[in-house]
């Protein structure tokens, strides 16, 4: 299966000479997953912020495509171009089966709308309680908002931590019976006390 992380952030995880950049605990995350995806047979890829890297470098048998730098364009007219048509164009260089994507934001909104025009599978995931609840989401504008909210109502599956966060994005968010799965993390070894 071909398999799409979108997560502007992970370069600096998967590529050390890019790591003086910020690393998040999503980024992370992500980038684990489609290291472990990789070594199970699936072609995986991603899609991250423009760092000045070359498109379609490879990492760790992932294949990364740069999406726009951060800082690029005109405020209000970037989230079109670069932002919009960036975005659009690093998703259709992937040509994924699947795009996953976590953490609220304009992202969710726009990968979904690329997968519901070209025919993908879209999977989100709950990166934490703020993301599912709409009085305490940490997205800035309104138009990000609404965006999100459109990308949640369209996934194919939403993952999430808890069934706290199943609750609370299934009320917030009108999805009662639509959040398609629950991961519930757990330690992965034991803690022995001395």
């Known amino acids: 299966m071909k398999i799409c992380f979108v997560g502007l952030d992970n370069l600096p995880v ?8 910020s690393i998040g605990g999503e980024s992370v995350q992500q980038t684990l997953l489609g290291l472990a995806l990789a070594r199970r047979g699936h072609n995986v890829s991603m899609v991250v912020a423009d760092y000045g890297q070359m498109d379609g470098a490879e990492w760790g048998a992932i294949r990364v495509f740069k999406a726009y730098r951060p800082d690029a364009g005109v405020p209000v007219l970037r ?3 670069p932002r919009w048509t960036g975005m659009w164009s690093a998703l259709a260089r992937a040509d994924a089966d699947l795009y996953y994507t976590s953490c609220a934001g304009m992202h969710v909104g726009l990968v979904a709308l690329f997968c519901r025009r070209f025919g993908k599978r879209f ?4 990166a934490s309680d703020t993301d599912c609840d709409r009085s305490r989401l940490l997205v800035r504008f309104a138009r990000d908002r609404w965006l999100y909210g459109y990308g949640l109502r369209r996934a194919d599956a939403i993952l999430v931590q808890s069934g706290s966060q199943a609750e609370t994005l299934s009320r917030s968010y009108g999805l009662v019976g639509r959040v398609a799965g629950m991961l519930v993390e757990k330690p992965t070894h034991q803690t022995i006390a001395a």
């Open 123 to 126: 999977v989100f995931r709950a």
């Open 79 to 81: 989230f079109v171009h």
């Open 14 to 21: 998967l590529a050390p000479q890019y790591r003086q950049h």
